[in-house]
C-alpha cells in the first residue's frame, strides 16, 4: 500500500504492508533509527513519537494510519543547535544508557507544549508511559524541569551536584 | 514483532465501513488500536481484515444533549478525560478514562474501543455501567440500543454482533441530587495501568442526605464489568454513612466469580475490591 506523511518536515512518500508499524518504517525505510524499538508490547515508551502533536507508540500504530499525519521523531528536534529538552538530558545526566532516552524526550516535549510550567508529579506523570531500565527517573525529571525553565527563557534550577553550575 | 499479514480498508463513511463489515467474514473494525495491535503483533488474534474507522468523520465529538453526553466512536481517552461536560456529568467515566492505560495510549485509544474491546480489567466498562449508560450498535440493517448492564457478555466478549460497529455512547446527565466516582489499583500501582480492582460508584441522594438510588461497577476481580448489585440495593434508603458503605462495600463481591490471576488472589482481590467500593462511595457521596 502508498502511504504519505509528513516526517520532520518532510513529505515521504513509500510502499509499505498494512502490517508495517509506524517505528519500522520509521527506521527501517527511512532510516530514522533515533526511534528505539524496546518492548514491543505497548508498555516502555521508547518508540515514542509526535503524530500531529501527539505523543504516541510508533510500535502501536500501523504506517498506514499516519496517512497524512504530521509525525516528529527525535531526528526532528535539533534546529541547529539541540532542543531545549535535549540540552536539559545533557546538561542534567538525563540518560544512563540511552535507550529510553528518544522516548523520554519526545514524551517530554509533548509534556512541555501542553504545560510550560509543570510541578514535579505533573512531569512524573506525563512520563508515566516512558519505562527507563536503568531506573534513572530522578535526573530525567531534573532535566524536564531544566528544558521547562529554559524553554520560559527563565535560569534553569542550579544543578543539586556542587562542582556545576 | 508485527502482525500476521491482513487486508486493510479504511472506509470514509459509516456505511462504506458498514457495509466493508457484513460482507467480509472475520473482518475486524479497529478504532485507536491500542488494544488490537498488541494482541496481532503478539498473533493472540489475526483478522483477515482490519477496517479502520479512524477516517470517518463526524465521530471524534462529545456532544452535549437535552438529557444525555454523546460520546463518538473515535473520541480518545484523553478527550473523555479533560472534557468538561464529562467531568460535570460523569465524574466516574472522566476519572476512569484519565487512569486507562498510559499518556501515549490516551492520546489514540478511544473510549468506545474500550468498551468494544471489553477487557475484563478496563477501567471505563465499570464507569458506563454504573452511570447507566447506553451504546449505541449500528449495523447495515440500522441502529439499537444496549444498556451498558447487558453489553458485557464474557471475557473480551461485548453484546455487538459481528456486523455491528459501537458507534456512540450515550451517558445519562446528571440530576441535582446524582454524582459518581471511580477508584482503583492499577496493576503498576496507584492508578496505572489495568485495574487490578476497580470500582465506579454512582448515587442519588435525597434533598434529606438519604440515599435514593445507587449503582456500583465492578471491573478487574471477575470475568467481565459487572453491576454489583446486593451492595447497590443495600445502600438505598440509607443515610449514606460509614456504616452503611462498610455494609455495601461487605457485599461487593455476591454474585460475581472472583478469578485468581497473575496480579492476586481472590481473597485479596475480593478485599480490594471492598476496599474501593468504600473509597469510591465515600468520594461519590461527598459530592
Request: hydrophobic share 40%; with cysteine; aromatic share 4%.
Amino acid at each position: 500500500m502508498q502511504v504519505s506523511m509528513t516526517v520532520n518536515g518532510r513529505t515521504r512518500t513509500a510502499d509499505v504492508e498494512a502490517r508495517t508499524l509506524l517505528v519500522h518504517y520509521l527506521r527501517e525505510q527511512l532510516n530514522l533509527t533515533g526511534t528505539h524499538v524496546g518492548c514491543e508490547t505497548s508498555y516502555c515508551g521508547a518508540c515514542t513519537v509526535l503524530v500531529d502533536g501527539k505523543a504516541t507508540k510508533s510500535c502501536t500504530v500501523l504506517a498506514v494510519q499516519a496517512e497524512g499525519a504530521d509525525v516528529t521523531t527525535v531526528e526532528g528536534l535539533a534546529n541547529g543547535e539541540l532542543h531545549p529538552v535535549q540540552e536539559g538530558f545533557w546538561e542534567r545526566h538525563g540518560l544512563q544508557c540511552g535507550f529510553c532516552t528518544p522516548g523520554m524526550i519526545m514524551s517530554a516535549v509533548a509534556l512541555l507544549n501542553e504545560n510550560d510550567n509543570p510541578s514535579e508529579d505533573e512531569i512524573r506523570h506525563g512520563i508515566e508511559g516512558n519505562l527507563c531500565r536503568c531506573t534513572g527517573y530522578h535526573n530525567i525529571v531534573r532535566s524536564i524541569e531544566y528544558a521547562a525553565a529554559t524553554m520560559r527563557g527563565e535560569d534553569p534550577p542550579a544543578s543539586q551536584w556542587k562542582d556545576e553550575s | 514483532m508485527f502482525p500476521r499479514q491482513f487486508e486493510y480498508v479504511a472506509p470514509a463513511s459509516l456505511d462504506e465501513a458498514l457495509s466493508a463489515l457484513a460482507s467480509t467474514p472475520g473482518a475486524k473494525v479497529m478504532s485507536g488500536g491500542q488494544s488490537l495491535i498488541p494482541m496481532m503483533k503478539l498473533r493472540l488474534f489475526s483478522p483477515g481484515t482490519v477496517i479502520d474507522i479512524g477516517r470517518i468523520d463526524g465521530l471524534a465529538d462529545i456532544v452535549e444533549k437535552d438529557d444525555h453526553i454523546s460520546i463518538g466512536a473515535l473520541v480518545r481517552h484523553n478527550q473523555t478525560a479533560s472534557d468538561p461536560t464529562v467531568a460535570a456529568h460523569a465524574k466516574a467515566l472522566s476519572q476512569a478514562a484519565g487512569w486507562t492505560g498510559d499518556h501515549q495510549v490516551r492520546n489514540r485509544g478511544t473510549t468506545c474501543g474500550a468498551m468494544a474491546h471489553a477487557d475484563v480489567a478496563a477501567d471505563q466498562p465499570a464507569a458506563a455501567i454504573a452511570l447507566g449508560a447506553t451504546m449505541m450498535a449500528r449495523s447495515s440493517s440500522g441502529q439499537r440500543e444496549i444498556a451498558a448492564s447487558d453489553f458485557f457478555v464474557d471475557a473480551l466478549t461485548s453484546a455487538l454482533s459481528e456486523d455491528e460497529i459501537l458507534v456512540e455512547l450515550r451517558v445519562p446527565k446528571a440530576s441535582n441530587g446524582s454524582r459518581s466516582a471511580y477508584d482503583k489499583l492499577g496493576r503498576r500501582g496507584g492508578h496505572t495501568d489495568y485495574a487490578v480492582a476497580g470500582i465506579a460508584a454512582w448515587v442519588n441522594v435525597g434533598d434529606d442526605g438519604s440515599v435514593t438510588d445507587a449503582r456500583i461497577g465492578v471491573t478487574g476481580v471477575g470475568t467481565r464489568p459487572t453491576l454489583a448489585e446486593a451492595a447497590a440495593a443495600s445502600l438505598i434508603g440509607t443515610d449514606g454513612g460509614e456504616e452503611s458503605i462498610r455494609a455495601a462495600a461487605g457485599l461487593v463481591t455476591d454474585g460475581i466469580t472472583v478469578i485468581e490471576d497473575l496480579y492476586g488472589s481472590v481473597e485479596y482481590k475480593t478485599h480490594l475490591a471492598q476496599v474501593f467500593t468504600e473509597r469510591a462511595l465515600q468520594q461519590a457521596l461527598a459530592g
